[in-house]
């Protein structure tokens, strides 16, 4: 190799060119090429695809894709916001709108496609929108978002064309609050992808949604109101939809204009012709994703794309691979309504037999496309339940195991679900081309226990993420063949997972640790350890809502548990005082502060809306309680995985904005769950508005208020791996949303993981989201009752721990000192001032005790 | 270092004590933490944490591992070796080991070896010795 590396430059900064500059710094070892990425858009790639989850609250920068090293990658040069405006294919130069002119050895066009703006009068008015990316999609965000604020009635938007994404775009406008409409020229929706069977069913899924649709009709004229803003479509049949808002996603054009102007051949509807190494006629440029026009064809799917820069890489590196072909199946990514289509799903094969299962009633289609002989799969439909796309779509191509028609049949109730039969070489993810060969080897060969390994090795399920629930099945099988004991167990104790231990616990009602571990622990169970004790503890919590001090039960307990405290890092402890809903009176604050000030503690306002004190020694803790619980406190259990506060904004009885009344739903939502013990700990918020002041969405169970009722978020964290929530279930009036929550927290207390918080939860539990809404909504596993049962027993059987704990002296004997000298304090802890309060010494002050102003000898003043 | 002048101190009743729970106790104004692993039996060692520096060892759960009876820092979560004082899992910082007392259960009192003190290493199947500061500072 030469020591200069060789210049590459890719137009454009999407998804395509993400992938080419990842396979090229994963296969180039030795630095032969240095890469230049030449961004229109002022960020770097993200998950065009996953566009729509952006309006489910996701930031900008969690639709990032890939490791952000590689654009510190020293063979790596980004260039964002800038456009290229010329290529000279003699000179070998690209010139960008800033005036730089770069060479190259060798170039790649990835400038992707533009949204089509059809030739219609007015569709260039003010709230008309097209759908391609984050500031198209936070400039249509906007406009609603403002438009919503200045009218006393809902937004009504539209969306023009009916395809794949038309349906998201509509799904994100109803996510905002729009009455949407759907014009689709053709017969059905997505009628690119499925049939009119299947169609058919689509627009009866979407219209539940309560977005209306319009087929088989043209927008003939886009009127504008008096302000000169969008105000009405005029339909060719002489129907007219009032509008507010307009979304054009009438389908894409290659983005070809470089290539043309520099002279390279483009196909007969756009797009740069290239051969099947991706080549165009120019043997030093090459072209990959929407701009490349192969036979004929441009490929709008990030799949096709993927491929392509695959192809491009490996030529760059002296391969010969070529195109595969184009795998074109799709998936809507529209909450509530399952759409797949994969292969041949129109049956153009010669021969092809077409068994179609239809359940109106259930708002099921299915249809699978068979070879003449009924024996191999080439494709399906399916609309209302797409579970069986992950395991069916990788076995296009080769023989069914069995009768066809059981892979129809309700998810669930299919003898043998595809996954252990599957060849190695069938691709599981063609968004990433990873094949079940390869997902297996990340087990066998790499060294993989769980799926979240095999993720991160093979990059299976990391882009559009349907494949995941058989890359799961694939590492479980593949685990259990290589007799690799899964490492699910807690400790060398407990062989059990805490989902695992939950139920035998609660089928074999065992009560105590000791039985526990005898029955269900291992050989060495005995005396458990910090792991497990807790954790038989919070389940034992979460069965029978015994105290948390009672008998042998309170020596499993972490020492927060344990004191109902938090520990500090000096050894002393905070209190928190249940404040629910952040609602507090002047006299409780009062209340609170006279506590502060008497046992000289530091005082903090918690990112909950309650109030911290810090400072407080192990023996005050009883004292301090007893006062705050005649001042009418209990715990707050700040110091459990458990309940932590529900959060509110001050909603609609003070707010100007406020629709629904938070702080009365929060106050309630509180006090129903307080003390609930759950695998870590939960958070949740109400919001009276879609302002979001107490941003809901960020905690594990997020109520918006809607105008019609509540939104239910579920899933949200901060903490080291923030994620917004995703929406549950819509416009719930408040019993049903009750109970929705109860079923949730129920099932997420049983099923999860020791220390797994509410989001990777979700993504774990069979079924994702999805499932979750099937269990605790349409009650598909039959346990809805259950749960219930198991809340509203919750409910009944709460007492404050703190109090139940003054009004037993055996309990209060855990709260001395020391066990010779109960009420001495710790001599070593020691304070001193800042901004007014007291805080523990460093080290290097304790050396000096002239700064001290508090040591444990402080005066309480009682 | 044990043998005839051993002085003991009386601390407190057995009964005082939880069963496989901690419980600190002053002694000659040195903090130490009691856990009570049997009816009978009950090990002591130093109540200052070393990763922490708080006074706080009595408050873990006690637990096991590989067969020796053990107590998970409630700070940071070391685990330690009740009856050797050894750090067993120092959670990625350089292991430092608890000082160790000799106690002894005698009818219902708890006693412990005033200067009867057990470096790390010195007693159990360890045999390396374990850092000398851990035990330094309050080493007669």
Redesign the interface.
Known sequence: MSALPQQLVVIGGGMVAQRLVEALRARDETGRWHVTVLAEEPRAPYDRVALTSYFSGRDPESLSLGSPDLWGDPCVTLVRGRAATALDLAARTVRTDDGTVRGYDRLVLATGSRPTVPPIVGADLPGVFVYRTIDDVAALRGWVEERSAGLDRPVRGAVIGGGLLGLEAAGALQALGTRTTVVQVGSHLMSAQIDLGGGHLLRRLITRLGVDVRVDTTTSRIRANDRGQVGRLELADGGRIDVDVVVLATGVTPRDELARAAGLAVGPRGGVVVDEACRTANPRVWAAGEVACLDGVCLGLVAPGYAMAEVVVDRLLGGSAVFPGADTATKLKLSGVDVASFGDAFARTPGALELVHSDPAAGVYKKLVLSDDARTLLGGVLVGDASAYAGLRPMVGRPLAGDPSAHLLPAGSAAAAPGGDLPDDATVCSCNNVTAGTVRAAVTDHGCTDVAAVKACTRAGTSCGSCVPLVKRLVGDELLRAGVAVSAGLC??VALSRAQLFDAVRVTGLRTFSEIMRRHGTA?A?????IC??VVASILASLDDGHVLDD?R???????D??MAN?Q???SYSVVPRIPGGEVTPEGLLAIGQVALDFGLYTKITGGQRIDLFGARLEQLPDIWRRLVDAGFESGHAYGKSLRTVKSCVGSTWCRYGVQDAVALAVRLELRYRGLRSPHKLKLGVSGCARECAEARAKDVGVVATDRGWNLYVGGNGGFTPRHARLLAEDLDTESLVRTIDRFLVYYVRTADRLQRTAPWIDEVEGGLDGVRAVVLEDSLGIAADLDAAMARHVEVYEDEWKATLDDPVKL??F??????PT?A???LAYVAERGQVRPAT?TERADPAVLVAGTTLAVRS | MTGAQVRWHEVCGLDDLVLERGAAALVDGEQIALFRVGEREVLAVQQLDPYSGAQVISRGIVGSRAGAVTVASPMYKQVFDLRTGRCLDALGREPQDLRTWSVRVEGDIVMVAAEGLVAPGETGAGGAAGPVDAVGAAAP
């Open positions: 060398e104790h060495v005995g005396r458990g350890c910090d004790k807790p042998e309170a020596a499993l307990q972490d020492t927060n344990h004191v520990l890092k000096d050894g004997r855990r001395a000192s020391f066990v010779n000298a001495t710790d001599p070593s080290p």
